[in-house]
């Protein structure tokens, strides 16, 4: 049973019935003394001037998907932003008001009806808010940036429980900050978009045979001559999956074209010639239906690692498939570049734009293994990286931080910190980097 403070309004402590959901995100169960489950902005700033006067850390979470642990509360007060969900669109301007604890799916069932669409990412239960905060790279993403690139404003809650309306002509440090630097600075709890007229897009899989694991090479340089001169309407993605229990390695290509069947044929048709398709499954879909839904909630263990490839040449091949053939590691090559590198690099704390790749490794972990841990055969891409994506970062360590924020970016962002957050309260957010 959830008890009442006069504060906070109702909160939960160990063993209430809503408690365990709350606490449980992507990568376990956390332990909080108490769960606040907000439903306004005023309760937001409530609940954190209260954590300041019982001297609790505080921990945010919205859909919980932080692979680096960060949304699962070990102690102090989780502030659970999921009643603060709603979705209201403005037609004639396009602009979306969405609550610092909605998901993306959510968001993508609503604006269907009105044609539009927003770029987010490829899972309907990844939060907004934490997505937002890190950049947001989705199906969308060469055709219409990041997903912070359709940020017009937010409002934010800071340290003292003040509400700040962030945008390029209010608070643009904060706003600029918010956009790829993280939720360490305040807590989100309205983000204003400009949506986009997207209805049906051409999205689907094809599935490649991989008898030896060496057959990759000959995908992956395929895939890469492809990307040449791609139509930015296109995003793809290339996955290299090693054999598993009973299925035998094999390649996925998944593909979001934003235009029609006929206008995506030619870069299909080039996809399918690439190696030998056991399967193909593409069709003109509404864009909400493309976002997938993941269960087990908690995902399996794994560990997870990325890389932002300047370019992705013979050598980044090379180290790609080096990885892949150790067996261990399913490996997924995205393509970037297109409406992400439109934007000035420095207009925002996402410090990725001029990346063309971004790879994700990823390893199964055994009952036994730690679940923070860094991931092995990954030295050979790292080297030739320019940075990290912080949202794929599977451990939120130093050595990440720094990779994931060049020093110029980590100078202004500290300074912004020590304006915005003097006291440190929100220290233990997705953009760790001060
Ligand atoms: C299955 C899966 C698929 C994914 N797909 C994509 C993808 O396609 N593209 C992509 O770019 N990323 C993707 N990611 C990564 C994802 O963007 C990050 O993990 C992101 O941080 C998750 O946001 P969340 O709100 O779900 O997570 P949470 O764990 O709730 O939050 C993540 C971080 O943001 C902070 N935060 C959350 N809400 C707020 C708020 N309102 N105000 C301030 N801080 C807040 C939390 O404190 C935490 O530090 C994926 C992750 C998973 C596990």
New binding site residues.
């Given amino acids: 049973m959830a008890s009442q403070d006069s504060c906070i309004g109702s909160a939960l402590h160990p063993g209430d019935g809503d408690y365990e959901d709350s606490v449980t ?2 990568t376990g169960v956390g332990s909080p003394r108490l769960v606040v489950r907000p439903r306004s902005t005023q309760d937001v700033a409530s609940a954190i001037r209260y954590a300041r006067e019982q001297h609790l850390a505080i ?10 642990g ?3 509360a070990r102690d102090g007060m989780l502030i659970d ?1 999921r009643q ?1 969900d709603s979705v209201e669109t403005n037609d004639a301007t396009r602009h979306v008001l969405i609550g ?2 909605a ?1 993306w799916g959510h968001v993508a069932s609503v604006l269907e009806p009105a044609g539009l669409a927003l770029t ?4 309907a ?7 937002t ?7 969308m993403v060469r055709k219409y940036g ?2 912070i690139d359709s940020l017009v404003a937010a409002e ?1 809650v800071t340290y003292e429980g003040t509400v700040l309306r962030l945008s390029e002509d209010e608070n643009p440090d904060l706003f600029w900050a ?1 956009r790829g630097g ?3 600075f ?4 309205h983000l204003e978009f400009e949506a986009h007229p997207v209805s049906n897009v051409v999205f689907g899989t094809i599935m490649y045979a991989l008898d030896r694991l060496e057959d990759a090479r000959s995908l992956v340089r395929a895939w890469n001559e492809s990307q040449a001169d791609a139509d930015r309407r296109l995003t793809s993605v290339l996955a290299l999956m090693p054999a598993m229990q009973e299925s035998p390695a094999m390649a996925m290509l998944q593909l979001c074209f934003v235009g029609t069947e006929n206008e995506a044929k030619s870069s299909i048709d080039a996809f399918k010639a690439m190696g030998t398709v056991m399967d193909s499954d593409i069709g003109y879909r509404p864009y909400a239906s493309i976002l997938v839904t ?1 269960d087990p909630f908690p ?1 399996p263990r794994a560990a997870q690692q990325n890389s932002l490839l300047p370019a992705f040449g013979e050598r980044e091949q090379s180290a790609v498939c080096d990885a892949f053939e150790t067996g261990q590691l399913m490996m997924a090559i995205r393509a970037l570049g297109g409406a992400v590198r439109d934007i000035d690099a420095q207009a925002t704390a996402y410090a990725g734009r001029e990346a063309a790749v971004m790879v994700v490794g990823t390893q199964l972990l055994s009952d036994t293994d730690s679940a923070q841990r860094q991931i092995a055969h990954w030295q050979g891409i790292q080297r030739l990286e320019m940075g990290a ?4 970062i599977g451990l939120a360590d130093d050595t990440a931080s720094k990779r994931c924020y060049p020093q110029r970016t980590r100078a202004r962002l500290a300074a912004i910190k020590s304006e915005t957050d003097p006291e440190n309260v ?1 220290s ?3 953009g760790f980097a001060v």
């Fill in positions: 995100t992507v921990t945010v979470r919205s859909g919980g998907h932080s692979l680096a960060l949304s699962q932003m603060l610092g604890g998901t987010a990412g490829d899972t239960d990844v939060g907004v808010a934490g997505l905060l890190g950049g947001g790279i989705g199906w990041l997903a934010a918010v993280g939720g360490n305040a807590i989100l709890t993941d995902a994506y912080v949202n794929w929100f233990d957010a997705v």
